[in-house]
T-cell receptor, first 114, second 113 residues
Framework: DVKVTQSSRYLVKRTGEKVFLECVQDMDHENMFWYRQDPGLGLRLIYFSYDVKMKEKGDIPEGYSVSREKKERFSLILESASTNQTSMYLC?????????????FGPGTRLTVL | SQKIEQNSEALNIQEGKTATLTCNYTNYSPAYLQWYRQDPGRGPVFLLLIRENEKEKRKERLKVTFDTTLKQSLFHITASQPADSATYLCAFMTTDSWGKLQFGAGTQVVVTP
């Protein structure tokens, strides 16, 4: 079974702090994604990566950056957390980006910025 | 602009009945459509995929239809059970969006005994 793990289930940070969210997948997938999920808005893509050291902006990249130094690990960085970044963050992976590919999600990190 | 709409109101249904969820889209030409299930506090889990040239897809008690003329997909849960209670998300992938999915906001289903 594909397993996608995220470093924390719950996180509380203060405004201005630097925040790291880590995601690890164990299925040798090429593609990895970071989403945020807010009530009524659904999942919105922040960044994705289709290879090591490669990254592409999603729909809402502002205020975020990412890092993919190893194939299995994809990190989301909030350089200076703000209260409007309070949200559920979901990581996902897929094998090779073909149109029929499904995405496998981690359990999510609920981030609260005070 | 591109838009995916799912009914934001929860669907309350009695056990044994068929639940039908709707996913409408505008300004898209989706090549593939996927449905996911999400339980509270968890990430979405893939259920079904249907291609633009397929009218219907089934998996056990689940059925998905895809009507490109109406720009709509319907998701059916037949003989619903309380364990089917969850939020169901539709997601599209277009031929020019290479591996990226656009998700609807989801519809919550509550199945009561």
């Amino acid at each position: 079974d594909v397993k996608v793990t995220q470093s924390s289930r719950y996180l509380v940070k203060r405004t201005g702090e630097k925040v790291f969210l880590e995601c690890v997948q164990d299925m040798d997938h090429e593609n990895m994604f970071w989403y945020r999920q807010d009530p009524g808005l659904g999942l919105r893509l922040i960044y994705f990566s289709y290879d090591v050291k490669m990254k592409e902006k999603g729909d809402i990249p502002e205020g975020y950056s990412v890092s993919r130094e190893k194939k299995e690990r994809f990190s989301l960085i909030l350089e200076s957390a703000s209260t409007n970044q309070t949200s559920m963050y979901l990581c996902a992976s897929s094998s090779d980006g073909r149109s029929t590919d499904t995405q496998y999600f981690g359990p999510g990190t609920r981030l609260t910025v005070l | 602009s591109q838009k995916i709409e799912q009914n934001s109101e929860a669907l309350n249904i009695q056990e044994g009945k068929t639940a039908t969820l709707t996913c409408n889209y505008t300004n898209y030409s989706p090549a593939y459509l996927q449905w996911y299930r999400q339980d509270p506090g968890r990430g979405p889990v893939f259920l079904l995929l249907i291609r633009e040239n397929e009218k219907e897809k089934r998996k056990e008690r689940l059925k998905v239809t895809f009507d490109t003329t109406l720009k709509q997909s319907l998701f059916h849960i037949t003989a619903s059970q309380p364990a089917d209670s969850a939020t169901y998300l539709c997601a599209f992938m277009t031929t020019d969006s290479w591996g990226k999915l656009q998700f609807g906001a989801g519809t919550q289903v509550v199945v009561t005994p």
